[in-house]
């Protein structure tokens, strides 16, 4: 019995020490980044990580078009309002949330999820507590590194989720009192 113990032991110790290795190595390949604003009545913070382009293809083949997508790499992107919101011209109650995306060659689809915490590949539509259309540009320069940040803009900003030659563009504002 002891030699069991021992066994199941030493098994949980290297399962444990494998998964920090590669959580480790993951985040080496796609570092954790948090984008964060408190302007103009709104205070977004967004914690992702950064996956690389490295000469590949993004928009319509590593991320196709039409499915959902983490929006960055490993767990899934998380984004915290801490007052009520609109996005996108639709409500948004205070809270976290997990955000995910529906790239297209044309406007984009932004879902919140009030699903937290689950690796980026486990999307739960029954989760889903907004979805809006959002608008996205062409760059002249190519991002080589997904990135999310800010523009300020009256009333809100605007947030910006910007990789390769694609940049979507989502309205915050502050939710009026009722």
Request: glycine share 8%.
């Amino acid at each position: 019995m002891k030699k069991i113990l021992w066994i199941i032991g030493g098994l949980a110790v290297v399962v444990l020490i494998g998964f920090f290795v590669l959580r480790s190595w993951t985040k080496s390949k796609s570092p954790e980044a948090v984008a964060q604003i408190n302007q103009n009545g709104v205070s977004v913070k967004v914690d992702y990580c950064q996956p690389y382009k490295k000469d590949r293809k993004i928009f319509g083949d590593l991320v196709p078009y039409g499915e959902v997508w983490r929006t960055g790499a490993n767990e899934a992107t998380l984004i915290e309002f801490d007052q009520d919101v609109v996005v996108a011209g639709q409500p948004l109650d205070e809270g976290e949330y997990s955000l995910w995306t529906i790239p297209s060659e044309g406007n984009w689809i932004v879902i919140f999820n009030r699903e937290t915490g689950q690796w980026g590949t486990d999307y739960d539509q029954t989760k889903d507590v907004l979805r809006v259309p959002v608008m996205t540009r062409k760059r002249n320069n190519v991002a080589e590194q997904f990135y999310i940040s800010f523009a300020p803009k009256e009333r809100g900003t605007d947030m910006l989720l910007t990789w390769d030659k694609t940049e979507a563009i989502v309205p915050i504002q502050l939710r009026p009192e009722q």
